[in-house]
């Protein structure tokens, strides 16, 4: 009898049916020729290839720049805070307002030694804080300020030259401060002196400040001088 060949047994795992040669063997499989795959159909829900954002409008610079229209500001008095010029570091505070007949009192706790040194200090402080240095009247109540003592050896029509011109700190002897005009600030430094010439020096330096007055010593003593508390 002929012999028959069997028929190939297709199992799943075959990539596809096998020809069958002449002789019984089985040819391979014949493997696909490389080259472009068609597009695979786009899936279901899956969004397209996004579309390019439109550019965005510019702004002219000169449209950028302009600012637009402000608007009307509010009718009545307006309630502009005072400018402080006065010492806040060490008690001085701003000045007060010029239209009151007394000035405003500060004082700075010292010893009697120490009580010029804290005055200049106070100076300073007036000075950094914008105030003119002709605005600024040191009075001494013991020992006369080195300055004083200096100006002093070139004579007194000089030294009150000096105070008459008004533009630089002044410094004199609570002896003097009769003769010395007003100005916006007077320090006074309590710094030894008798009692009657302390006692007299103050009262007249409040005559004498515009706006501020400073005084640098021992608190109770100079409370006590004073009247009233500061």
């Known amino acids: ?36 795959r068609p597009a695979a159909p786009p899936r279901p829900g899956r969004p397209g290839p996004a579309r390019p954002m439109p550019p965005a409008q510019r702004v002219p610079r000169d449209a950028a720049a302009k600012p637009g229209p402000s608007a009307p500001a509010a009718s009545g008095p307006s309630t502009a805070a005072p400018s402080a010029s006065g010492v806040t570091a060490s008690g001085v505070s701003a000045d007060r307002d010029p239209a009151a007949s007394v000035p405003q009192i500060q004082l700075i706790p010292a010893s009697a030694e120490g009580a010029l040194d804290a005055a200049e200090e106070a100076v300073d402080l007036l000075l950094d804080s914008g105030r003119a240095p002709g ?49 916006p600030v007077v320090v006074v430094a309590v710094n030894g002196g008798s009692e009657e010439t302390a006692v007299a020096a103050l009262p007249t330096a409040v005559t004498r400040a515009g706006t501020l007055l400073i005084v640098c010593g021992d608190p109770q003593r100079i409370n006590s001088m004073l009247g009233a508390g500061v």
């Open 1 to 36: 009898m002929p012999l028959i060949p069997e028929e190939p047994q297709i199992h799943e795992s075959a990539q596809g049916p096998r020809a069958t040669s002449a002789n019984g063997r089985t040819a391979p499989t014949p493997r696909p020729v490389p080259g472009p």
């Open 135 to 183: 605005d600024v009247l040191v009075i001494t109540t013991g020992d006369p300020h080195p300055w004083a003592t200096h100006e002093l050896s070139f004579g007194e029509a000089a030294y009150w030259a000096q105070h008459d011109a008004g533009d630089d700190v002044f410094y004199a002897d609570a002896a003097a401060l009769t003769r010395a005009a007003s100005r």
